[in-house]
Structure formats: C-alpha cells, structure tokens
C-alpha cells in the first residue's frame, strides 16, 4: 500500500503540473482528487485486507488511468490510439472510489463484513487455480481469492465499458433510422451492435464461471474454518452451555452461504452500478436542455442529469423509511425456521422414545406451536413487504416514462433528436437502475444484514468459549499438570451457568492404579464433577490436577454412537481403520458384542438400532481400544443386568491393568468392584462435597 501511495502521490502531483501549465481543469482536478487519494491510501494501510484489496485495485487504476491521461494531454499518446486514450474523468472516477472505500471503511457494518470476509484472503493453505488449457497453477489460498477478485472487478469494470459502447450505438442506430440511412443503419447493426452484444454474451459467461467457483472455494473454507473454531476445545460445548448462540448449524450452514453470496453481489454490483452511476450520469450531463430557475435569469446546466439524481434520491429515502422494519424481521424468521428445523431433527433422533410414549400428540402440538410462530412473522413479513414492493413497483412504472416527460418540449420544440432522446431514456434507465439498486434490493439488503448479525454473534460467542478456555488466573478452573501418579483437585467450587454453586471440593485425590467409586443423592453434581475432571466444565473456579500427558476417557450413561459404519462407532473418536479388524472383533468379544462382529461395515442408525445395553457395552469396546490412563465410568453400566455388569467391570480391570477406573453408580452390587469409596455429602449451604469414606459393604 505504501509502495501504491507513492506512486499516486507521483501521479497526482504531474496531473497537477500539467494541469497548471495546459490550463485544463479536468486534468487540475484529477490531480487534486489524486492528492486526496494518496492520504486515503496511505491511512488504508490499517483497514482490513478485504477492503484493501479494492483499495489497491482503485490505486492502481487511478495511476494507469492517469498516466494515460496526462500522456495524451502531452501529446505523447500513440495517434493511431488516439480514440482509446483514456480521459480525465476516468482517472478522476477511479479516484473517488478509491477515497470512498477508505471513507465506507469508518461505517460500522463495513467493518463487520470486512472482517467476517478478510480471513479467507489471508489464507495461506495450499491451493491452485485452474487456468483451463495452460494447466493448474499452484498458489496459496489467500493468492487465488485475491486474483479472482481482482480479476472480476476489473471484469465488472468493462462490462460498464461495454454497455457505454452500446448506449453510443442506440444514439447512431437511431438517428440512422430517422435519416433513413441505410449503409450507417446495417453498419451499426452488423458491426458495431453484433461485435458489442456478442463480447457482452462471453463477458457474462466468464464472469459466471469465475464468481461461482469463487464462491464455492470461498465457502468451503469459511464452513471449515468455523466447523474448526466451533469443535476445538469443545466450544460447541461451551456456547451450548453458555446459550450465547442458538442453532450453530444454521450459521455454519445457511448464513456462510448468504453471507457469501450478498457478500459478492453487494461489493461487486455496488461497484458496477457506481461505475454506471457515474459514466452514464456524464452522458445525461451532456444532453444540452438546461433549466431557469423561476422568477430568475439563472441558468442551470445539466438539467436532466439534476432531475434525474433527485428524483432517485428522494425515492431511496422512501424506500428506506418503508423497508426499515425487514430488518429485524428477517432475522426472526430465519430464527424461527431454525428452530423448526431443529424440533423435527430432535423429533427424529428421539423417535423410539416418542412412539413408546406415544407421544405424537404433544410432539405434533409442539410443531404446531413453533410453525405458527413462523407463519405469525411471516404475516408481518408479507404486509411489510407488500407495502415496499407497491412503492418500487410504481417507481419502476413511473421510471418508463419519466425521461420522456421530461425531455418532451425540447424534443418537439426541435432542440433534440430522436436519437439522443432514445440515448437518454436508455441512459436514465441505467442510472435508475444504478440509483434504484438500494431500493430494488433493500429486501436482500435485510436479510444480508440478518446474517452478518448471526455471523458476528457466531464469532462472539467462539470467541467467549475460547476465552473461557484460556481464563483468567484464578477466576477459571484451571487444568495443570503435577509430577505424581495421582489426580488432585483443590479449592474447586463447580457453579451452575446461571452461578448458583452446587459443588465445592476443598481437597480430593484420586488415587493412580485404583478403582474408585462415586456416590450420592441425584443431583448432588457427581456428573458435573467428572465434567470438571475432563476439562469441559467451565463454569467456576479452582484447579484439577493431572500428571503430564494423561489420556482421560468418560464414557457416560448415554454414549454417543456417530453416523454410519459400526466399525465407526466402535473406532470412534479414533478414524474407522484405525485399529485392525481382528482388534476390534476381540474387543467386542470382551463385551460380549460378539455376535455383531459380521456386521462392522453394516451403515445402519446404531444409535437407534442397538439396545441401550449394547450401546453401553460397546461404548467399554472403545475403551478396551483407547487405553486410557483415567477412565470415568458415568453410570455407564447401568443398563446392563447386575451379573454382566459385574463380568464386564472384572474384564476392565484385567484387561486394562494400568488405567485408574472411577465410577458413578447407585447400585449396592458397585461397591465389591471397587476399592475406594467417595460420597457426595451436603453442605449446610446447599452445595455437595465429595469426602473419602471407608469402603464398608453395602447394607
Ligand atoms: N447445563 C446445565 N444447566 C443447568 N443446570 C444444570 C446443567 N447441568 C447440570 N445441571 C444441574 O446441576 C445439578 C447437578 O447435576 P449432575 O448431573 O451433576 O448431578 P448427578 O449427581 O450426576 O445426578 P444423577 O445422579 O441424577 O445423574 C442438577 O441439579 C442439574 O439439574
């Protein structure tokens, strides 16, 4: 950026000179805007990179643009070029959004999608870019999203450059026709028209290919970074617990595909449609009808070009004044679909339960209760869109005529052509549409701002769970390592997420090589505790305490069985393959899954298709593979009869000699498996502590 500011700097200030020295204004203003465009330049070296990137972009152009310019002022332009010497007025356009982009940078919803979209080009994973016949090229991630931006802007660009041509051509083609002139009518038609349309037509079809393979790349890496960011330290987990950020699936899902895509059309079409706004409003300005103000002698230039801007203005206020509530309601009806979504998933998971139950009553009330809350809102929706949409339909009607009203008594009085009035209705028209882009979008506009809203909450509450992962000193349960075999905790008070403290630990240990077991009332926070042991409760302050490298496992009550293979669920967290066949069919013979051996690459809902007890059993299979150095047993037998539960406790402590085994459960028949005993006792204020007492047969 600094090397760029430079060289504006350089360009602005020769604009200047010649400018002084031909007497031209255009070429004196370029250079003025040039010296405006060096300070925002210069400051964009700490926008974000998002920005930056069009920043450059506007730079650049602004010294290629320029130079051409001051080198045709010189007389130094090639003559047989002459008619593509670019004029002042470009440089000087260029320059404007160049100074925009620093200005829009200041507006705090700019700066929110910038930084939801800059981490992609600073991406630095390996990647290539497909360039068709010459081959792929490998670059970085980052490298490739830049060159497609880049490359699209510059394509948008001509596209403007293009339907310029054309405008020029419906003038020609028209007065042609007026003239009744024939060979000027075919030639317009066959070689300025046919070239044009047909290199707009292939335009389009690269600009197709080019975004939508940008997109795709660019969601895929956004999906992934977030899957990353949302599963690492288990801040699913967290966010879940903490309620900071309701369906993450949506987010991760939904909104990093609109995000994208209005993402891309906003910025991009925002500059095409400026880039209209701007040459086609040169056009209007040069059509010579021009107004007196009333009761006055003055004279003001440029009148269809005046009219034109203020009617657009006033429309896009109104546009905004009505459309403004969109905002909010589209972001609860996004709302409410998710959580729709969500109830029939749950629905699904849990439909043994509901059916045994019978249960379809209240489910289908449920559904019933949550699609009314969508259809409620999208009442609301509908009556606030169709009050928008009466006011930018009028507009666009009113929109065919209004060119032709206004420029009617010049026509017939003779001081204009037919051709130049058709230039000017196709003129206005791209400057309506230009103008009218807010007004025509303004309901996508809604809906983008719902989702960067969702995007950056997302971000917030990843960014609230990592931080209670790191936590403060002393304010957080800290997991530290100690030199003994044993695991420590001291002065840990366990809160639930509204704060209410249920547990509080002045000192325990947990004796190395042993086989400890926690009891007491329901309730008394012995899952909590063994949360805290593993490191994914967040919520309190104190410290646990493990030797160095230990590999904890918690098998709970209800284990979770992934989708697909049973050879996945049993390997899992582990990959499917990572453990011999002949390993996995011994550790299923250990608890007694034997039977289900035949059917390890079987894809089946094992979750709902095994018994609770199998799940159980097969949940220790994976531990027999894993070889924790601590296993947490969390009720985890429970579903299993008091004699296979006996057996499959005996075959742990056989098989797995090294691990340190403690467990969580009521029955009396616990106790002969274990040596130690530690019970969740009350505190006079409401909370439990775990004490040692003697193991003593259970009465
Ligand atoms: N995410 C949570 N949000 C709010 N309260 C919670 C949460 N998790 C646990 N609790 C509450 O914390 C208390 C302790 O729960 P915990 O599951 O640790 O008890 P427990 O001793 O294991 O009970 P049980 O023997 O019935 O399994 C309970 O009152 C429970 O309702």
Do not use: C
Request: charged content about 15%.
């Amino acid at each position: 950026m600094r090397l760029l500011s430079f060289a504006v700097a350089a360009l602005a200030l020769i604009a200047l000179v010649v400018g002084q020295q031909s007497g031209s204004t255009g070429m004196l203003g370029m250079g003025v805007v040039g010296v405006l465009l060096t300070v925002a330049t210069w400051r964009s070296a700490g926008i974000s990179y998002f920005l930056k990137i069009f920043s450059g972009i506007f730079g650049t152009e602004y010294v290629i643009f320029g130079l051409g310019a001051v080198l045709s002022q010189v007389g130094w332009w090639p003559q047989a070029w002459a008619a593509a010497a670019p004029p002042t007025s470009l440089g000087t356009t260029v320059a404007v959004f160049g100074i925009l982009i620093y200005v829009i940078s200041f507006v705090p919803v700019v700066r929110r999608i910038a930084d939801l979209a800059s981490p992609y080009f600073l991406a630095q994973d390996p990647s290539s870019m497909n360039l068709g016949p010459l081959g792929r090229y490998p670059m970085k991630l980052g490298h490739f999203a830049v060159a497609a931006v880049v490359f699209l802007i510059v394509l948008n660009q001509a596209q403007v450059g293009i339907s310029l041509r054309i405008n020029f051509f419906y003038r020609d083609f028209y007065n042609a026709l007026q003239e009744k002139n024939a060979p000027v009518f075919w030639d317009q038609l066959i070689n300025v028209f046919g070239v044009w349309a047909a290199i707009s037509v292939i335009s389009v079809l690269i600009e197709t290919v080019a975004n939508s393979v940008l997109l795709i790349r660019w969601r895929e890496w956004m999906a992934a970074e977030y899957n990353k960011r949302w599963l690492q330290n288990s801040n699913h987990y967290r966010i879940s617990l903490a309620g900071t950020a309701d369906n993450p699936d949506q987010r991760i899902s939904e909104d990093t595909r609109s995000f994208l895509n209005q993402t891309y059309a906003f910025s991009l079409t925002l500059i095409t449609q400026v880039s209209t706004l701007v040459s086609f409003s040169i056009i209007l300005w040069s059509i010579p009808v021009a107004i007196t103000v009333p009761g006055t002698d003055i004279v003001i230039p440029g009148f269809i070009f005046w009219a034109t801007l203020i009617y657009a203005a006033i429309a896009t206020w109104i546009t905004h004044l009505i459309g403004k509530p969109l905002i909010g309601l589209e972001f609860e009806q996004e709302r409410r679909e998710a959580n729709f979504r969500f109830s029939l998933a749950r629905l699904r998971e849990y439909s043994e339960q509901i059916a045994l139950m019978r249960g379809e009553t209240a489910e289908r009330r449920h559904l019933g209760e949550t699609f009314g809350g969508i259809v409620t809102n999208f009442y609301n929706l509908l009556w606030r869109r169709l009050k928008l949409t009466t006011f930018t339909l009028s507009y666009n009607q009113a929109n065919v005529v209004i060119p032709f009203l206004l420029l009617a008594p010049y026509y017939f009085a003779g001081a204009i052509a037919f051709g130049v009035l058709t230039q000017v209705s196709s003129a206005f028209g791209r400057v309506e549409t230009a103008m009218s882009f807010f007004i025509n979008s303004y309901q996508s506009i809604a809906s983008y701002l719902a989702s960067i809203n969702r995007l950056t909450t997302f971000e917030t509450a990843i960014a609230q769970a990592e931080a209670q992962a790191a936590g403060a000193p002393g304010a957080n349960i800290e997991m530290d390592e100690q030199p003994g075999p044993d695991a420590k905790v001291k002065d840990l008070t366990l809160n639930l997420p509204n704060g209410t403290p249920i547990v509080t630990v002045p000192e325990l240990t947990l004796p190395a090589g042993r086989a400890t077991l926690v009891i007491g009332p329901s309730g008394s926070g012995k899952s909590t505790l063994f949360r805290a042991l593993s490191g994914i409760w967040p919520f309190g302050k104190g410290q646990v305490e493990t030797p160095a490298d230990t590999r904890m496992l918690l098998l709970p009550q209800r284990p979770y069985l992934p989708q697909g293979t049973l050879r996945a669920a049993i390997a899992y967290p582990a990959e499917p393959d990572a453990f011999p066949d002949a390993e996995l069919r011994a550790a299923m013979d250990k608890v007694k899954l034997g039977h289900l051996a035949e059917r390890l690459d079987e894809v089946d809902l094992w979750g709902q298709r095994l018994s609770g007890g199998e799940q159980q059993r097969l949940a220790v299979a994976r531990a027999l593979l894993a070889k924790p150095d601590w296993l947490f047993l969390d009720e985890a037998t429970a579903s299993l009869d008091e004699k296979l539960e006996g057996e499959i406790y005996a075959m742990i402590r056989r098989e797995l000699p090294q691990t340190s085994v403690v467990s969580i459960g009521h029955r009396s028949t616990l106790r002969e498996m274990h040596e130690e005993l530690i019970a969740m006792e009350r505190n006079p204020d409401g909370t439990h502590s775990p004490r040692v007492r003697a193991m003593e047969p259970a009465a």
